[in-house]
């Protein structure tokens, strides 16, 4: 089983940027797919961003897109996600998470993924 770590949330203003990581121990980093996703009070989870074993592939949310950028570092074994022009709206719980699936393509449910960070929380005020 993969273990996976947060850091790097915060309150942070309206128009401000973030950047969060997510460290991953206990896998073969290099052979997942990694993704962000986030959940809002009252909100079911959403997936924000996702990156294919290279980083040669992403796939963003509408939402963000244009603003934020997941990228990965195989050598450290972390995946990050850089947050530009944070919006009110993107006040939620944010969430590192690994899959296994063998096809990048099409994997951005939350069912994908078998293995979840313990979140961190992204405030942003306006």
């Known amino acids: 089983q993969v273990q996976l770590v947060e850091s790097g949330g915060g309150l942070v203003q309206a128009a401000g940027s973030l950047r969060l990581s997510c460290a991953a121990s206990?896998?073969?980093?290099?052979?997942?797919?990694m993704g962000w996703f986030r959940q809002a009070p009252g909100k079911e989870r959403e997936v924000v961003a996702t990156?294919?074993?290279?980083?040669?592939?992403?796939y963003y949310a509408d939402s963000v897109k244009g603003r934020f950028t997941i990228t990965r570092d195989n050598a450290k074994n972390t995946v990050y996600l850089q947050m530009n022009t944070l919006k009110p709206e993107d006040t939620a719980v944010y969430y590192c998470?690994?899959?296994?699936?063998?096809?990048?393509?099409?994997?951005?449910?939350?069912?994908?993924?078998?293995?979840w960070g313990q979140g961190t929380q992204v405030t942003v005020s306006s």
């Open positions: 206990g896998g073969t980093f290099s052979s997942l797919i």
């Open positions: 998470a690994a899959s296994r699936r063998p096809l990048f393509r099409g994997t951005y449910d939350p069912t994908d993924f078998g293995s």
């Open positions: 990156i294919n074993w290279s980083g040669g592939s992403t």
